[in-house]
């Protein structure tokens, strides 16, 4: 048996609460499905930064590398500013290990309601390209303090890491509806936008099973509030893939459950995993934590190291809790953390005795477990 070994970094907030909650599933899952997972906990973070002024040892990434995946919780402090806090972690991971792609789910589920007032069923991928874009290192600061202070920020596209956000984009299109949105903003950034628009149409043309359509990204930002389940895949730059991918959690109804996967799709550098909330310090410590986010983020981690059937039994447990009325509070639910995960451990043993292939929405399952 192949051990998949993970590195875990906890992090920050209910990060150190949603982490455990979701290795417990992870490994519930694992047992039923005869995979070893070995997992390797690491104290980075705000905590670290306060007693070494890094959010990770200077042979971190070294370290990381040695593993098959990246289970991350949360990253952020009051006590830490925002640029150290990601810029020390979790970037220089994403960048090092070439993880290009950020893929993030965008869908209801039963039991977490969402603010339309239309039932329609949504059922989104986001490919948010995740190396470069308005996320770029290029720029600086001049004249600190006089009246003229400058900050240049320059966007960096190239041809390579357009290309390759809108090809992982088109073919998962083109195994679901074969529909593409391109988000833009061409009429107004003279430059970079319209080269971004005729890589992704260059690419697209390679697929031609998938229908693709370039919007401007505040008429999409409307259309994702307004008709949300007229979309299949969507592909946007590092900032506007950020800020849609948030929009479409929220729309669905939480952000507390939303995941996402950083993919090197290659498999030359280990993948990381991690919730699309953050660590909300607010409700840190308090067993309010939604684990949704981190749970699904682990069946993702799953497919991607090649467990399909594990991952589907997984998602299955946590979607039929959530069916049941059974979720924390943020959706409108009784749990505490700890409440939902154990509801999620019953429901994964009930689906493994009443059959995976058969147990699919219809079944109260996590009423049997109780």
């Known amino acids: 048996m192949t051990t998949n070994k993970i590195a875990v970094i906890a992090g920050d907030g209910i990060g150190k609460e949603v982490v455990p909650a979701a290795i417990e599933c992870l490994e519930r899952i694992a047992q039923l499905h005869a995979i070893s997972l070995e997992f390797t906990h690491f104290d980075w973070g705000s905590d670290y930064y306060g007693e070494h002024g890094r959010m990770m040892p200077l042979d971190g990434l070294e370290q990381l590398a040695q593993h098959d995946a990246i289970f991350l919780g949360a990253v952020g402090s009051p006590e830490v500013p925002d640029a150290e806090s990601l810029w020390g972690l979790l970037i220089p991971i994403r960048r090092e290990f070439q993880q290009y792609i950020n893929l993030r789910p965008v869908k209801t589920l039963d039991g977490v309601k969402s603010p339309l007032a239309n039932k329609e069923p949504i059922d989104i991928l986001i490919v948010r390209e995740n190396n470069e874009g308005e996320y770029s290192e290029v720029g600086g600061r001049a004249y600190r303090g006089l009246p003229h202070e400058t900050?240049?920020?320059?966007?960096?596209?190239?041809?390579?890491?357009?290309?390759?956000?809108?090809?992982?984009?088109?073919?998962?299109?083109?195994?679901?509806?074969?529909?593409?949105?391109?988000?833009?903003?061409?009429?107004?950034?003279?430059h970079t936008m319209p080269f971004w628009d005729e890589v992704v149409e260059e690419t697209t043309r390679l697929y031609p099973d998938v229908t693709l359509t370039s919007e401007l990204v505040d008429a999409l930002a409307a259309h994702l509030v307004l008709k949300p389940w007229t979309f299949d895949v969507i592909v946007a730059s590092n900032l506007l893939g950020d800020i849609l991918s948030d929009l479409g959690s929220s729309v669905t109804g939480s952000i507390g459950v939303a995941p996402s996967a950083n993919l090197n799709p290659e498999g030359d550098f280990p993948s990381l995993f991690e919730p699309v909330h953050g660590?909300?310090?607010?409700?840190?410590?308090?067993?309010?934590?939604?684990?949704?986010?981190?749970?699904?983020?682990?069946?993702?981690?799953?497919?991607?190291?090649?467990?399909?059937?594990?991952?589907?039994?997984?998602?299955?447990?946590?979607?039929?809790?959530?069916?049941?009325?059974?979720?924390t509070r943020d959706v409108g639910g009784p749990s505490s953390t700890s409440e939902f995960t154990a509801a999620v451990l019953a429901a994964i043993d009930v689906l493994e005795a009443l059959g995976k292939a058969e147990s699919g929405a219809s079944k109260p399952v996590a009423a049997a477990a109780s």
């Open 279 to 327: 660590s909300a310090p607010d409700i840190a410590g308090k067993g309010l934590a939604n684990p949704v986010g981190q749970i699904w983020s682990g069946a993702m981690m799953l497919q991607h190291l090649g467990h399909p059937a594990a991952a589907e039994h997984l998602e299955l447990a946590f979607e039929s809790v959530l069916r049941e009325g059974l979720g």
């Open 151 to 190: 900050a240049v920020q320059e966007t960096i596209f190239t041809r390579l890491g357009v290309s390759r956000a809108a090809h992982y984009a088109a073919s998962l299109a083109s195994s679901r509806k074969g529909h593409l949105t391109s988000a833009t903003k061409s009429n107004g950034i003279i």
